[in-house]
C-alpha cells in the first residue's frame, strides 16, 4: 500500500517537471522566477547601452563662438589680399618648422596691401592665434590706439604683420631658425606691399628685417635701410604694457616715423 506522504512528494515531482516544461516551451511567466538559460545583459553592456541612448536622446552640442578679440574686424574688403596671390595660402600650409605642430591658425597679416607703413612685430600671441588675426589682445589694443590716437590714421591704413606666422608655444621668443624659415614669406609680403616705411616692434622683428643688430634699446629712434624701405626700430606694445616709461621715447619714434612718411610724399 502506497503512503499518502509518497504520493504528494510524487505528485510536486510531476509538478515541478511540468513547469520546467512549460517555462523552457515560453508558454508560462510567472512573476518573480526567470526561465533556465534566459540570456542575462552584463553590467557593462547595459550601461555601455544607456550611455548611447543618452548621447543619441541628448540635443546636439552648439559649435564653439568665434574668439573674442579687444580689436574688432576691420572694415577691409573682401579682395583685401588679392595683391598677394597664392602667398596666404602657402602660408597657410607650411611645415617649414616645428611651429606648425602647435599652431591653431597661421597668421598672415591684414590690412591695406598697398600701404606707406608696416608694422611688423614679433609672432602671434594667444588672441592671434586663436583668432587669425594680427595684435587683436592687449598688445594690439594699444598698438592701435599707437596708431589712430597718435599718428591719426587708420588700422586699414596701414599693414600688420609678424616676423613668424604661427605662434611659438607658451609666448616664447621665437627661435633664430623660425625666423629664418619664415623669412622669405615676410620678404614676398613686403615686395607685394612696398612699403616707405617699416616700423620693427621689438628686438626679434628688428632682427628679422635688419639681421644682426644690437638690443632695441640701442637702435630704437633710429632709421635703417631694408626691403627697399626705411625701417624704425621701436619698442614692442607688450612691453610698453609692462613698461609704461618706455611710452614717452615711442611716441618720440612714432613721430619721427610721421615725418619720413609726410617727406616721402
Same mark, same amino acid.
Given at each position: 500500500? $502506497?503512503?499518502?506522504?509518497?504520493?504528494?512528494?510524487?505528485?510536486?515531482?510531476?509538478? =515541478?517537471? +511540468?513547469?520546467?516544461?512549460?517555462?523552457?516551451?515560453?508558454?508560462? @511567466?510567472?512573476?518573480?522566477?526567470?526561465?533556465?538559460?534566459? /540570456? $542575462?545583459?552584463?553590467?557593462?553592456?547595459?550601461?555601455?547601452?544607456? #550611455?548611447?541612448?543618452?548621447?543619441?536622446?541628448?540635443?546636439?552640442?552648439?559649435?564653439?563662438? /568665434?574668439?573674442?578679440?579687444?580689436?574688432? &574686424?576691420?572694415?577691409?574688403?573682401?579682395?583685401?589680399?588679392?595683391?598677394?596671390?597664392?602667398?596666404?595660402? =602657402?602660408?597657410?600650409?607650411? $611645415?617649414?618648422?616645428? +611651429?606648425?605642430? #602647435?599652431?591653431?591658425?597661421?597668421?598672415?597679416?591684414?590690412?591695406?596691401?598697398?600701404?606707406?607703413?608696416?608694422?611688423?612685430?614679433?609672432?602671434?600671441?594667444? @588672441?592671434? @592665434?586663436?583668432?587669425? !588675426? /594680427?595684435?587683436?589682445?592687449?598688445?594690439?589694443?594699444?598698438?592701435?590706439?599707437?596708431?589712430?590716437?597718435?599718428?591719426?590714421? =587708420?588700422?586699414?591704413?596701414?599693414?600688420?604683420?609678424?616676423?613668424?606666422?604661427?605662434?611659438?608655444?607658451?609666448?616664447?621668443? /621665437?627661435?633664430?631658425?623660425?625666423?629664418?624659415?619664415? !623669412?622669405?614669406?615676410?620678404?614676398?609680403?613686403?615686395?607685394?606691399?612696398?612699403?616707405?616705411?617699416?616700423?620693427?616692434?621689438?628686438? &626679434?622683428?628688428?632682427?628679422?628685417?635688419?639681421?644682426?643688430?644690437?638690443?632695441?634699446?640701442?637702435?630704437?629712434?633710429?632709421?635703417?635701410?631694408?626691403?627697399?624701405?626705411?625701417?624704425?626700430?621701436?619698442?614692442?606694445?607688450?612691453?610698453?604694457? =609692462?613698461?609704461?616709461?618706455?611710452?614717452?621715447?615711442?611716441?618720440?619714434?612714432?613721430?619721427?616715423?610721421? !615725418?619720413?612718411?609726410?617727406?616721402?610724399?
Amino acid at each position: 500500500m $502506497t503512503h499518502p506522504r509518497d504520493e504528494v512528494r510524487a505528485l510536486a515531482r510531476s509538478l =515541478r517537471l +511540468l513547469l520546467a516544461s512549460e517555462r523552457e516551451a515560453g508558454a508560462l @511567466d510567472i512573476p518573480g522566477t526567470r526561465a533556465p538559460n534566459a /540570456p $542575462t545583459a552584463l553590467p557593462e553592456t547595459a550601461a555601455l547601452a544607456a #550611455t548611447a541612448a543618452a548621447a543619441h536622446a541628448a540635443p546636439q552640442r552648439a559649435a564653439p563662438a /568665434p574668439h573674442a578679440t579687444l580689436v574688432p &574686424p576691420l572694415d577691409l574688403p573682401s579682395e583685401a589680399l588679392a595683391p598677394f596671390g597664392d602667398l596666404p595660402a =602657402r602660408v597657410a600650409r607650411c $611645415t617649414l618648422c616645428v +611651429l606648425c605642430k #602647435t599652431r591653431t591658425t597661421t597668421v598672415f597679416g591684414e590690412g591695406n596691401a598697398a600701404a606707406r607703413l608696416v608694422f611688423c612685430g614679433e609672432g602671434p600671441g594667444f @588672441d592671434e @592665434d586663436r583668432s587669425g !588675426r /594680427p595684435f587683436v589682445g592687449r598688445a594690439g589694443e594699444l598698438l592701435s590706439d599707437m596708431i589712430v590716437k597718435g599718428m591719426k590714421m =587708420r588700422r586699414e591704413d596701414v599693414f600688420i604683420l609678424n616676423a613668424v606666422k604661427c605662434r611659438p608655444p607658451d609666448n616664447r621668443t /621665437p627661435a633664430p631658425d623660425e625666423i629664418a624659415a619664415c !623669412r622669405p614669406f615676410l620678404t614676398e609680403q613686403l615686395a607685394v606691399i612696398r612699403p616707405s616705411v617699416i616700423v620693427a616692434l621689438g628686438n &626679434p622683428a628688428s632682427q628679422a628685417l635688419l639681421g644682426t643688430v644690437p638690443g632695441i634699446t640701442k637702435i630704437r629712434g633710429r632709421i635703417f635701410e631694408a626691403f627697399g624701405a626705411k625701417v624704425v626700430p621701436t619698442y614692442h606694445p607688450a612691453y610698453l604694457l =609692462r613698461n609704461p616709461e618706455g611710452k614717452r621715447d615711442t611716441w618720440a619714434d612714432l613721430q619721427l616715423v610721421m !615725418r619720413l612718411i609726410a617727406g616721402a610724399g
